[in-house]
């Protein structure tokens, strides 16, 4: 038999144990309450916070720094006083969520702030290139001055004076833009630097040097590479003997040399240009000084061109029968009616009123003549041209298609005229035809207008 001591004595200990444990869960329970548990990644790598998630996790980190204390106290007043193991636990579970930093890590933000920055920058310096960098820096170190290299350099963009200035002072005083300028000159190519520097503006040194030498003197290569010898401390180190001598013919150009004066403008007449000196000029002062020799020659070749032409005017009907014989083609027989004839290599056509139309007939378009039948005219238009006899005698042949027609070898485009004559060839894309007149018609037609203009 058990003592009912002992039974009693251990339900009591059971109620203490049971009870301290219910404590313990709701101290627990206050405390996790109170302070919410951080999330934490079991990956090895994490990714970078926003803005604006470094905002919240350090708002929600000041909240729970300024409840712990209170959660604590809470947990200790209610209930029974805790354990020593209790109080462990307590102060286990209080300082797990306490100890991290309380604060987001600056280092990080003045990192994302740095990494934001060149990206900014490089937004506003699209339009100075490393090459244009370079060649302002060599250029200030020549010349020293900004104007000078306003006026004596091409950038690969036009840059203004003022441009130019907040550039240089840009990469002297900023430097984020001076660190990128630099990093972004290194990398170009020793070819692209190379022509750079074979552009850098002359000093005044340098051309104190070179107007030393003679306008009269004819230097050669080897005079400049003695300068260059001689004075390795003043020229820059990329010139070159051929460099010099160009440079030093074109102060030679410009009068810039030690033995040059520029003479001054005359007074009062003023020879501005070549038209004013032209006015000057007398022209019955001027002597005609006659080449004998010259004017000879001229009338013996005059002469000589006048008899040729005599000689083909006498032979002309003996070339004009043997055309005839090649080409199978006599002189037609005109009768009352006919003006002229527009003879073909296959057709002849007949014209027989004052004016007639020449084209393509098709079964909407009907013309007067039709080059169709003398060959292929899909070129030529549906109403190419109109020959038309005025009142005086003469014909004209206008053109109101799209291609040119070609009389006698001149084009006559759209929407122009000319003047037909005996024996004319009017070519009309690659149809040729000759343009036959009745003389003795038109010499009545002629007869008649002289009668009626008559009073």
């Not at 005359?266 to 022209?283: H, R, T």
């Not at 799209?402 to 759209?414: A, E, K, T």
Request: net charge positive.
């Amino acid at each position: 038999m058990l003592d009912p001591r002992l039974m009693a004595s251990g339900t009591a200990s059971r109620s203490e144990d049971e009870e301290s444990l219910a404590g313990q869960k709701r101290s627990s329970s206050q405390v996790a309450g109170a302070i919410p548990k951080r999330r934490s990644s079991s990956r090895f790598i994490k990714r970078k916070k926003f803005d604006d998630e470094l905002v919240e996790s350090s708002l929600a980190k000041s909240s729970s720094r300024a409840k712990g204390p209170s959660g604590v106290e809470s947990g200790r007043c209610s209930g029974s006083e805790p354990s020593s193991s209790e109080k462990k636990k307590v102060s286990k579970s209080i300082s797990v969520p306490v100890t991290p930093s309380p604060a987001p890590n600056p280092s990080l933000a003045k990192r994302m702030k740095k990494s934001k920055q060149p990206l900014q920058v490089t937004k506003d310096l699209g339009r100075w290139k490393p090459t244009d960098d370079l060649l302002l820096i060599n250029a200030v170190l020549q010349t020293n001055d900004l104007t000078s290299v306003h006026l004596g350099v091409k950038f690969s963009c036009r840059f203004n004076l003022r441009e130019i200035q907040e550039r240089w002072y840009a990469l002297l005083y900023d430097p984020v833009i001076s660190k990128l300028s630099c990093q972004a000159m290194r990398q170009l190519h020793p070819e692209a630097i190379a022509s750079i520097q074979s552009k850098v503006l002359f000093s005044k040194a340098e051309e104190q040097l070179l107007s030393k030498v003679g306008s009269t003197s004819q230097p050669t290569l080897d005079t400049f590479q003695d300068l260059l010898h001689k004075h390795p401390e003043i020229f820059y180190p990329s010139r070159t003997a051929k460099v010099l001598q160009t440079h030093w013919q074109l102060m030679k150009q410009y009068y810039l040399l030690d033995d040059q004066t520029v003479q001054p403008l005359p007074k009062g007449d003023q020879v501005l240009n070549f038209s004013d000196a032209e006015d000057m000029i007398d022209d019955s002062k001027l002597k005609d000084v006659r080449d004998e020799v010259l004017e000879h020659e001229l009338t013996v070749a005059d002469r000589r061109q006048k008899r040729e032409i005599r000689q083909l005017e006498q032979e002309l009907h003996k070339w004009q029968v043997l055309v005839d014989s090649i080409t199978g083609m006599s002189s037609p027989d005109f009768d009352n009616q006919t003006l002229a004839v527009l003879r073909g290599r296959m057709v002849r056509y007949l014209m027989r009123s004052r004016e007639i139309t020449l084209g393509r007939a098709t079964k909407d378009n009907q013309i007067d003549v039709d080059l169709a039948l003398e060959g292929p005219a899909w070129k030529i238009s549906r109403k190419q041209g109109v020959i038309k006899l005025k009142n005086n005698g003469d014909f004209f042949l206008a053109n109101e298609g799209r291609r040119p027609i070609y009389v006698d070898g001149r084009p006559v485009l759209c929407g122009s005229k000319w003047k037909l004559s005996n024996n004319s060839v009017v070519e009309i894309a690659s149809l040729r035809f000759v343009f036959l007149i009745n003389q003795d018609l038109i010499a009545l037609i002629k007869a008649e207008a002289a009668k009626i203009a008559q009073p």
